[in-house]
């Protein structure tokens, strides 16, 4: 069963705290981006990979970090500088030459308090 | 700056009626607008996907519209369902010679609410 698989689908701490949102695709694709999704604004790009171990900021990659190692696997860490981490947090991957089809998984509300 | 600007952000339709969404855009450096759809509580799937070339695409109950010289685009949703109740996504994708290569830029989104 092809697709993205992101966990856990909620995730809550502390303020001050680091955490890492996993993301992995079965689909061989060679993109992956991470997306922040907050009401009325649409997705927001936070990072992107087009190939192993090299990845590029989006538009909002303050206090973000991400890896990627493996081809299927790109973690999204959030870290304590981020200043409004509480949002729902969407991992979607591609084919290099179709970008403009992006599959996405099922997301991760993080909530910090 | 929003390259891609959305309206409205929320649509109620009769069961049966035409849903229409508008995008327009600033940005001349793109070469494929998709439409996404997302139900709650899920990650959005890709509906339709236009080039510029091309004025008109329809899949189904769903087609694009697109006005290259006033650089805008829609989406009309046919005989509107319930199910069709969802929040669409507009986007643009950058050419590879733009600063957004690869990259899709979205719409604030708009929350469809067909009425049975």
């Known amino acids: 069963d092809g697709g993205i698989t992101q966990s856990p689908k909620y995730l809550f701490r502390k303020e001050g705290q680091n955490v890492t949102l996993s993301c992995e695709q079965n689909?061989?694709?060679?993109?992956m981006y991470w997306y922040r999704q907050d009401p009325g604004q649409g997705l927001r790009l936070i990072y992107y990979s087009q190939i192993v171990n090299d990845f590029q900021k989006g538009d909002i990659a303050e206090g973000y970090s991400v890896s990627r190692e493996k081809k299927e696997s790109f973690p999204l860490t959030v870290t304590s500088a981020q200043k409004n981490p509480t949002a729902f947090y969407l991992c979607?991957?591609?084919?290099?030459?179709?970008?403009?089809?992006?599959?996405f998984g099922p997301g991760t509300r993080l909530t910090v308090t | 700056q929003q390259q891609v600007k959305q309206s409205p952000q929320s649509l109620i339709v009769q069961k049966g009626g035409i849903s229409i969404i508008n995008c327009a855009y600033e940005n001349t450096a793109f070469d494929y607008f998709p439409w996404y759809q997302q139900f709650p509580g899920k990650g959005p799937a890709l509906l339709i996907a236009i080039r510029p070339d091309v004025s008109e695409k329809k899949e189904g109950r769903f087609t694009i519209s697109f006005n290259k010289s006033a650089k805008q685009f829609s989406l009309h949703i046919m005989d509107s369902q319930p199910g069709d109740s969802a929040t669409y996504f507009c986007?643009?994708?950058?050419?590879?010679?733009?600063?957004?290569?690869?990259?899709?830029?979205f719409g604030q989104g708009t929350t469809l609410q067909v009425k049975p």
């Open positions: 689909l061989n694709h060679d993109a």
């Open positions: 979607a991957s591609s084919q290099l030459g179709q970008t403009y089809e992006q599959y």
């Open positions: 986007a643009a994708r950058g050419t590879l010679v733009s600063s957004n290569t690869g990259k899709l830029i």
